[in-house]
């Protein structure tokens, strides 16, 4: 009797659990629908190729690890994340031979400027796609920041893998 007992309140359980499991699945896979203009970031870092090295470095904060490199006209130049700028200041390989290359890595003066690290061709995702296509691109190129354009390149945010994330936080916990 108590074994019938038990085995009706852990069927119960797990038919609870997989109820709830069913609803998450059935809200996780609507998020690859959701449009990447409501869950993009609209208010990111923006600064100008001519922008100095050590001024753009200045602006980062703690949320900020990007930022979008644009034209007169708020058109995408290039894209510019903490990562390319520590890639800059990589020491040189233990046998590299000293020559150019290695002379410009070092040659950081007041001078250098945002254009001369910049991702010139950086991989974007337009304003009217989905996370969905966006979770692919980033999967497959493992890129954490695209950022977001019209058809005239023009920018209008950042998406993120920590706003994607942070959108998967909100539906699982419903």
């Avoid at 980062?60 to 800059?88: C, P, Q, W």
């Avoid at 200041?89 to 910049?118: H, N, Q």
């Avoid at 950086?122 to 996370?131: A, E």
Wanted: net charge positive; no cysteine; charged share 30%.
């Amino acid at each position: 009797m108590k074994n019938r007992k038990i085995s009706r309140i852990m069927s119960k359980r797990k038919l609870i659990m997989l109820a709830r499991k069913e609803e998450l699945s059935h809200n996780l896979r609507y998020i690859s629908k959701v449009p990447v203009s409501l869950v993009m970031d609209r208010d990111f870092l923006k600064v100008k190729p001519e922008t100095p090295l050590f001024e753009l470095i200045a602006m980062f904060n703690v949320e900020e690890t990007s930022a979008v490199v644009v034209d007169d006209e708020n058109r995408l130049v290039g894209f510019i994340t903490m990562k390319d700028i520590l890639h800059y200041f990589m020491p040189p390989r233990r046998y590299s031979i000293v020559g150019i290359g290695l002379l410009k890595k070092y040659g950081l003066t007041r001078a250098s400027r945002v254009e001369d690290i910049m991702v010139k061709k950086p991989i974007t995702i337009k304003i009217d796609d989905n996370l969905g296509n966006a979770i692919k691109l980033m999967v497959e190129t493992g890129k954490h920041h695209l950022p977001v354009i019209d058809e005239e390149r023009k920018v209008h945010g950042i998406l993120e893998v920590k706003d994607i994330i942070r959108l998967i936080k909100i539906v699982s916990s419903e």
